[in-house]
Each structure stands twice: as C-alpha cells, then as structure tokens.
C-alpha cells in the first residue's frame, strides 16, 4: 500500500477477521469483512459484477481480489486486495461532483442564454412603437415641404398606455407646428403684398400730386384762373387721400400693437348709431339713397369704448353708401339676446361674389385689382373694423350676393368684460 497507493491489501483469517494492513491509525472501521464473496471469487465461478466489503466503510463496497494463504495443504487466511478505496473515493466523488457540476453549469448556461434571447426579443416587441416613436420625431423637420411632417399612427384604445398618449401629444404638436408654419407662410406673403400694396397706394397719390404741383409752378403765368384753381383742386383731394391712407396705417398699427388702450364703458347703442346716421344723411341725400335705422325700444346698454365702436360704424356706414347706387337703400338695424347686441348695416348695392367673401376683412383687399387712380380707399377700413371688434372680443361677418346687395353685421357684448389685448 505504500509502494502503490492504488490498492489496498488486508491480510485476513480464515473467518474473514483483520490481522494486519498498511493503513493510517483510526482509518479503518471495520474489523472483518464477510467471507461469501471472497469464496465466492476463489471458487473460479464468480458473477460480477462482485464487490466486497471496504475495511475503510462501514456500510460501502468495492471491487476486490483475493487469493487464499495454505501452510501444508491447511488454510491459514486469506489476502484481500481492494483497488482505490478511500482515497480514490473521494477523487472519483469529486470529480463525479465536477462532471455533475460542469452539466448544471452548462444547463444554467444555457437557461441564461435563452432567457436573454427570449428577453432581448420581448423587449424588442414591447418598445418597437416606442422606438418607431423617436424616428418619427427624430425626422421631423420644420422646414420640410410636400406635405405635412410625419405622424405617430395612432390606434383606437379605450385604455392608451404611456407611449400611445405620447404618440398623441406628438402628433397634436406636430399639427401646431404645421399650423404655424402655413400662418407664418401666409402672413409672409401677406407682408410683401401690403409693402407692394403700401408702397402702390402712397405712390399714387404722391405722384399725382408733385405733377400738378409741379405744373402750378412751371406754367403759373400761362395758367388762367380756372386752370389753376383746377390743378389745386385735384392737388388738394390726392393730398387727402394721401392723409387718410397714412392715418388709417397709423390707426391699424396702433391697434395691432395694442398701444390703443380700450375704454370700456357702458353707453346707449341706439344714441350712437343714430348720431351716425345723421352724419352721412346729408351724403345720402346727394346721392338719392334712402337711409333709415330699425331699432327696438327696448335696447340694452352696450360695454365697449364708444370711440372704437363709432369708428367701426363710419367704416361699414361709409362702405355701403359708397357701393350703394341712386335710388337705393342702406338699412341699419339693432338687436340684441341676453348677452350680446349686435349691429347689421345692409345695402341694395351691386354685391360680393362668393369667393370674395372670406378676404374681404384682410388688410389692402380690393375687389377691383385695377386699383385705378380714382379709388377712394386702401383697403384698410374693413380691417381695421375687425381689429376693433377683436378686442372687443366681438365677431364682425358679411353676406351678399351679386347685384342684390350686401350686409355687414357685428356684435359685441351687452355685459362688462375684460379684453383680450
């Protein structure tokens, strides 16, 4: 047992008892072994698998060789030979538990790997809208054109999780944003049409009268009486026209920029409209056109600056006689509900066609494009009523139809409000 530590030798008796060995003092256990599979194997008629008992073990066994000791034909003992017992127990215990460890390690192995498949795939299905959400913003670009920016799709969930209101707050931004850019678009184009429009309507009037001035002084001496009375008359009225059209730019730039501070008040409508009224009954009468107010007796009091709101009567009084022929009629009529008054200025003129109807209040609008010398406005009255009634927080409307005329109407409230600057 020392010169081959592979095996272990036992010299027994012949009852099966332990008489000597090479072992470490307190190793051994047992004191005999059992003497059937020993015969058993001497015998030459063994079936193996045979296994004997381990000195070293109290309740194991091991494969082992025996062979019998005589002295004159006389058993004496027998000498046991076991291979690897303790010691090539716990080694082989050992690396049964490493090949028993190397295939949990492997099953583990492969569990992870799975499950991390099983993981990335799942994470990948649970944020493939959420991923789809960041391209789509990610692409968005507020200078794009051909056609909207690109939407989150949005679908029909009576419960919406976290990524779909996102996707909805996203396409409810996305679609401000394209408002704004076709107002910004729209507002540019209207820009350079009224610097075209500004620069066309002071020109005009500018030009017309540095000719005549001009004349006057060139040809004073060669000018009768009447020629030059004339020339300054035509002088004077471009000069007038000239100064309303830069006072109703002034007007409406105040008016946009709220410098024009709104005085609210309580005053009698009925009053007010009256008072206009007989101030263009004298250019009515001029002009052969009836020109009446229909007013209930009952009228409540209006809240709003009576300044603004006159100046909003004159513009819409004015407009309709002027496009009012000979014999005709403008009608001014008042009503009122329970929070509003309203104002309705209607003619027998030659009306508005339909698709002219919804730019009329823009500023520098004309229906006649020939904007020839003669025009008496700019294109700016109508515009500046509707800023009036805006911060009035008021509605101002029209509807016409060709050669039966037109009504112009607005309302604002009956009550004390505070105004939208």
């Known amino acids: 047992m020392v010169i081959n530590p592979s095996i272990e030798v036992y010299l027994l008796d012949r009852q099966g008892k332990l008489l000597a060995y090479s072992a470490p003092e307190g190793k051994v256990v047992r004191k005999e072994v059992a003497l059937a599979p020993i015969q058993q194997f001497i015998s030459g008629a063994p079936e193996y698998p045979l296994k004997g008992d381990d000195p070293r073990s109290r309740d194991s066994a091991k ?104 996707g909805r707050s996203f396409n409810a931004m996305a679609d401000r944003i394209d408002t704004q850019m076709e107002a910004l678009t729209r507002n540019d184009a209207q820009r350079r049409e009224m610097i075209a429009n500004i620069s066309h309507d002071l020109r005009t009037p500018l030009t017309s009268l540095h000719g005549y001035l001009e004349t006057l002084l060139l040809k004073d001496q060669q ?73 209930p007796s009952s ?31 403008v009608r001014v009529s008042l009503t009122s509900d329970s929070n509003n008054i309203a104002v309705e200025i209607s003619d027998t003129g030659c009306g508005i066609p339909g698709e002219a109807l919804p730019h009329i209040f823009d500023r520098f609008y004309r229906l006649d494009k020939s904007r020839q010398t003669g025009a008496q406005h700019a294109g700016l009255g109508l515009a500046i009523a509707k800023r009036i009634l805006e911060l009035h927080n008021g509605h101002i409307w029209a509807r016409s139809r060709v050669d039966q005329g037109t009504t112009f109407g607005f309302r604002f409230s009956s009550r004390p409000f505070v105004t939208e600057m």
Request: charged share 25%.
């Open 223 to 295: 000018l009768n009486a009447r020629e030059r009375q004339r020339y300054l008359q035509i002088a004077n009225t471009q000069s007038h026209q000239l100064i309303r059209l830069v006072s109703e730019l002034f007007e409406l730039a105040k008016l946009d920029s709220c410098e024009t501070m709104i005085n609210i008040e309580a005053f009698s409508l009925a009053e007010l409209v009256q008072d206009v009224v007989n101030k263009f009954q004298l250019k009515a009468g001029k002009k052969q056109v009836e020109l009446r107010v229909d007013c």
């Open 299 to 329: 009228l409540p009091f209006a809240f709003g600056d009576i300044g603004l709101i006159q100046r909003v009567l004159d513009n819409l009084i004015e407009n309709a006689l002027q496009h009012t022929p000979e014999n005709g009629q």
């Open 63 to 166: 494969v082992f060789s025996a062979s019998p000791i005589r002295r004159n034909d006389q058993l004496q003992g027998y000498l046991y030979v076991i291979l690897g017992s303790e010691a090539y127990d716990g080694i082989a215990n050992r690396i049964a538990d490493s090949y028993a460890l190397r295939v949990a390690a492997g099953v583990l192995l492969t569990a992870l790997i799975i499950s991390l498949l099983f993981g990335l795939g799942g994470f990948a299905f649970i944020t493939r809208r959420l991923r789809l959400l960041a391209r789509i913003m990610q692409n968005i670009s507020p200078g794009r054109s051909g056609g909207k920016q690109p939407r989150y799709p949005e679908r029909e969930r009576r419960h919406p999780d976290e990524i779909e209101t996102l």
